[in-house]
């Protein structure tokens, strides 16, 4: 494998860990009290009998014999790669080794799926030091399968013994750190001492709450794409005939739009949240952009750049309302319209076979996005999301919109989506310092016996040496959520707050970024050199933190 | 205007000027024989009378009065942006300022539009430390406008007359070097004294040749485009069931993707010259990317990234035969073809109006691809080729093969296209230096009075110390090329050449790389830190000089 002079550099970066963790011979845990989820507790308590109201778990100084005890430890990376899980790695091996330097470490492969096929490799100091640092999650691979059925469980039951595993790491979002609850609990109920710790991953920054300030990689995530919308308003500003249309990765909530946002002050940034909020409509948002393309052009000012998240149409509220009826439409008249082949036909048999409010709309949507709502369904018949052309379509009504009003001003759309250009970055100095002391605290909680935690660090607005790690019980963030028609205990995800600090202070400036050439340059990350470029957490967390 | 914090420190990094040309009282120029373009010496001659056959300067230890003199300097930045092109501005203010504190500098505003519409600010030292090393055209904007009609000649030699400008530099790609050349001529032949110097610019690396080492803005922009092909392909590596196909910027050459390929690796690269070389068919070019896919998937591997140059389809002989005769029908029946509305019927209607053989290749073309032939046509009629979805294409014709060859094969395409991400990034180090340099060389040549010269500095391979700057004729890089119809002066792009050090070494690795997991993943570019990390220019400058 070749490996570029960055490459090099990185695995010789040392992260900080939080003075209160270093030195394992001071550490013990404080539990609290014991524990209440905020929504439904009567079932919550009902589905984890053993594992459900555990108590909050403070690391302390202290002595603690358990944290040199015999560990077989396993773990999981799962779901869609974010930079930094490597060093979760190589924080929990280091402190694996610490412990006891004959504990062991075995990486399951490709995610959940490793444990079913018994798909595994052992971790040995000399792959951690190759991987040191660095993005991706190809040191045993990610996968996207769940431990679902009671059938999964007994398998993932029967490989995890086998094994010896007396503690098991699961690295992902909020279903895995979901199924990392129902596991710790399907071991405890059937006698195991294995233990189950989560670590909160995902780049669009939505498993987030009172406990966890952020997931890891949405710092380098947001990073890199500011870079990119940076680089190409520095572009805007020198060409100055582009209206440059950028959709960021975010399906669920539009964390990262919003911190790219705040990083790089564009013209326009569209947060989903408050489309939903405010119930705004197709022609309210092509409406509310037109007049800043209108009132830009007026200053000589015929470009701009405009953030969309990934998932926006899927929280305007008519849209939304169309989709729906289009999926039941297309799976109930299936074969009726699959006989149809032009699009005209096609589009005048959806109209007449769905509500007249969802006909206007469908007739209002661009060609195009009508289209792909018809044409990109997933395996299930419904509307594949992520295919559609947000960006596009944002355009494309305000086009519209510009027409229909008859004024004359250029506007010169181009398109970009910025997405698995940051999953994989060499994770920033935020990211490799946060994660390396995420894989640690696993290792204290593990070696000290907590099941049921997810790891969580505290303080991230503060230098590394002040954050404060622990564990907090899984069950404590879930709620009752339907999915496929059945009632299933989740996490729930942390949408954009409008009344969060964060919010309100894009709302504070964004006409003054509408209206102006203010655009902000961020660059690329930096891992070397002064601490203001390469050590700063997101705008998000020091907003929400401060 | 809010600065970033990279923003902030990069307007104090100090370029180092090369040893020669540090010491302005300690230089002069030593003139060559007189000179010869390699073709066309007639036609040329005949074009420039007064500056045709110019000698070569090169800069030297002696002394100079000249440099000294009062001169009141314009320029233009032409073209699409660059990274560097302020630090040329920089350079140049820094030299002018060294010569003589009553110098002054004016920045028509974009691009030689600027010069007709007399549309100018002048230079200040304030404006010029806040550009310092700063990327963007921005500090007076870009534009497309060539001086072309005698009319506009009169009036370009008016405006730049009574502002009394004795010297203009043109920061540009070939054309407005030709320009830049087309003026001096103009005003050496109308009695003034000023001079015209150019500058090599354009991200595309296609402005190179014997004297002119590599243009500014490619070194940037390829590690910008790298940066984010080795995050996808550490994503493609832990995701492991994507195949990106990446397109990157390059209309006429393919420099770029060359370069990216040689910097991170990739499964394969598509070098559009080695198509037109070898007179590859579109079937060829998919059967040899399906023979890859095929072989992966052998191994497992059902991933890889394809990178793809901007340009390709006017390179595929049967492609660039099919647009001609598509551009020709659509001109001549233009009416008749507007009244069919249904894709099939228009299909039908090309088929049965163009050559047998562009007949089958058309009908081979995926459906996307051919509607893009048919739609997007440029204000002129012709097809928009920059607007093609040339990954796509690609993506499309192997997803065509795999399944034409009855293999099961899983291959899920995702497309990227990387071009206005890479324009205006900060410069690299190499770039900030680069364009001081040039700027600042610049400077000497034309208050040295040497006209109708291109900065060359060569050596670039070395330290910045090391470097050696001077002046090469224009009129020695010219041949007459036919352009809309009449024989015109350009300046030759410079293609990759199939027998060069960069191609050949990227010949030489690609079977090993397209049968493993050889990924190189460069990172973001770095500013400060270990100089093998910062400091070093392109992979293809590296193969050429050394």
């Known amino acids: 494998m070749s490996l570029s002079a960055l490459h090099q550099y990185r695995l010789q970066y ?17 539990e609290g009290a014991k524990t209440q989820s905020a929504v439904d507790q009567k079932e919550l308590s009902e589905l984890f009998k053993h594992t459900y109201g555990l108590p909050i778990c403070k690391i302390t100084a202290g002595k603690n014999a358990d944290i040199h005890r015999a560990i077989r430890c396993g773990f ?29 470490l075995y990486g399951f492969r490709c995610g959940a799926g490793g444990i079913l096929a018994n798909d595994y490799i052992e971790i040995t100091s000399e792959l951690v030091d190759k991987h040191r640092n660095t993005g991706g999650f190809d040191l045993v691979g990610s996968g996207r399968t769940k431990i679902e059925t009671e059938e999964q469980f007994a398998t993932a039951f029967k490989h995890i013994t086998a094994l010896k595993l007396n503690a ?31 670590v909160p ?27 990119l919308i940076g680089n190409i308003q520095r572009d805007a500003i020198s060409s100055r005939k582009y209206w440059h249309f950028i959709k960021v990765m975010g399906r669920s909530a539009s964390h990262i739009a919003l911190e790219a946002a705040l990083e790089t002050q564009p013209t326009y940034c569209i947060i989903s949240e408050e489309v939903e909020n405010k119930k705004m409509t197709v022609n309210q948002i092509a409406s509310e952009i037109a007049d800043i393309v209108v009132e830009r052009h007026k200053k000589g000012l015929n470009f701009g750049v405009v953030l969309i998240p990934e998932g926006l149409v899927e929280f305007i509220p008519e849209v939304k309302a169309l989709i729906k009826e289009l999926n039941n439409l297309l799976a109930h008249k299936k074969e009726e319209y699959s006989k ?29 996005i009508a289209k792909q709502l018809l044409l990109d369904r997933d395996p299930h018949g419904n509307v594949n999301v992520s295919a559609i052309e ?21 506007f010169t759309p181009v398109h970009h989506f910025f997405g698995y250009e940051g999953r994989c970055a060499f ?94 340059f961020p660059g690329a990350i930096q891992y070397f050199g002064p601490s203001e470029v390469c050590d700063q957490p997101t705008k998000t967390l020091l907003l929400e933190q401060n």
């Open 168 to 198: 098991m790491v699961v690295v992902g979002g909020d279903d895995s750190n979901t199924n990392a609850a129902l596991l710790a609990e399907y071991f405890a109920a059937h006698g195991s001492d294995c233990v189950f710790v989560g």
């Open 340 to 368: 149809i082949t032009e699009f005209s036909a096609q589009k005048a048999f959806v109209c007449e076979n769905i509500s007249e409010g969802c006909a206007v709309t469908f007739k209002n949507l661009p060609d195009n």
């Open 76 to 104: 999981i990376l799962s779901g869609g790669p974010a930079a930094g899980g490597h060093n979760v790695v190589a924080g929990l091996y280091d402190g694996l080794m610490k412990g006891n330097k004959e504990n062991k």
């Open 14 to 30: 040392k992260p900080v860990l939080p003075k209160h963790i270093a030195d394992i011979d001071n550490i013990t845990i404080e």
């Open 390 to 410: 947000t960006e596009s379509f944002v355009s494309g009504i305000v086009k519209a919109e510009i027409i229909k009003r008859g004024v004359k001003v250029p």
């Open 427 to 520: 994770p920033s100095n935020f990211d490799s310092t946060y994660c390396y002391a995420l894989g640690y605290t696993a290792f204290i909680l593990l070696a000290l016996k907590k099941t049921g935690q997810i790891c969580c660090i505290s303080g991230l607005q503060k230098p590394a040496e002040e954050w404060i790690c622990g564990g907090v019980p899984l069950t404590i963030m879930m709620n009752m959520e339907q999915r496929n028609g059945e009632m299933k205990p989740v996490i729930k995800k942390a949408l954009v707050e409008t009344e969060g600090k964060p919010f309100k202070f894009y709302q504070s400036k964004r006409a003054q970024w509408a209206s102006a050439e203010d655009f902000v």
């Open 201 to 227: 991953k995902t780049i669009d920054g939505d498993l987030k709450n009172q406990y966890i300030e952020t997931s890891f990689g949405f710092d380098t995530a947001c990073k890199t794409y500011s870079e």
